[in-house]
């Protein structure tokens, strides 16, 4: 007699008693386990809210000439307005301009300018890593040693060089970071692609005639992401880095539309005379920007390593 299989459907996997509910669970666990690490996402939140909502939350638009009174020029910390209308906690620059305003305000053209340049170049490197480890042959050799040539050179230099020839402009900025950073992608896709492609259900993909597309991008991508995550968070503080650098040199954004790059640079010249504020509030929220998004990538560097987990 032939035996009729059971066509009852299995139930959807799912967490038993104390089992992780998911891999984002343990993310979330492990945030709460570290105390260094919550602060730092408690104060990377805090600050992409003022950026987004700054237009809420500042007395003035820094861009808007129309709102800027020249009696109100250099006027120290705590200083209240000409006007008598509010006071400038965080005093303002040499064209009456509020610099907490200028702050938020730069805020959302630096994180913009890194989130974009790192998730742009995080889509190119990644999809030329991952081809090149699934291809193999001559085109993973000629991606590869475009990448290593990529690498060779600073940085800085290659930015420097690109905006020389493009010019200023936020568009340009990021194209020049997205230029400078997919190599990074790329070198990590691959490496990790390499070992992914050598498991059975890529050959079993493979034997099953599935497009290469869907298996490099529905197989190979979910695998790969773990490093893909804790890189780009890495990279956009180091984008955010460097385009302040590149402000700072004359070469980022234009003068319109100051990044806080830009507002160091405009308040340096004031420091031996005095104004330190012109330069130090904006350096302090650079820094503490570029500190909370380095100790937010460590710990997910740390949660995504089973041997830093222990």
Partial sequence: MTQVPDQTPIPAAGPVGGATRGPWA???RDFARSPLAMTALVVLALVVLAAVFAPLLTPQNPYDLMQLDIMDGMLEPGSPSAAGG??????????????????????????SVGVVAALVAALVGASLGLFAAYVGGRTET??????DLQLSFPSILVALMILAFLGKG?????????????????????????VESRREYIQAADCLGVPMSRIIFRHLLPNCLP????????QVARAISLEATLSFL??????????????????YQYLLSGQYWLSFYPGIALLVTIVAINLV???????FNPKGRG
């Fill in 26 to 28: 343990r993310v979330a």
């Fill in 86 to 111: 509010y006071t400038y906690l965080l005093g303002t620059d040499d064209q009456g301009r509020d610099l907490f305003s200028a702050i938020l305000y730069g805020l959302r053209i630096s994180l």
């Fill in 142 to 147: 000629a991606i590869m040693r475009l990448v």
């Fill in 170 to 194: 936020v568009q340009n900025v990021v194209l020049a970071l997205i230029i400078v950073e997919w190599a990074s992608y790329a070198r990590t896709a691959r490496g990790t692609a390499l």
């Fill in 227 to 234: 490093p893909l995550i804790v890189m780009a968070t890495i």
């Fill in 250 to 267: 004359g070469l980022g954004v234009p003068v319109t539309e100051p990044s806080l790059g830009l507002l160091i640079s405009n308040g």
């Fill in 297 to 303: 990538g460590d710990q997910f560097r740390d949660v």
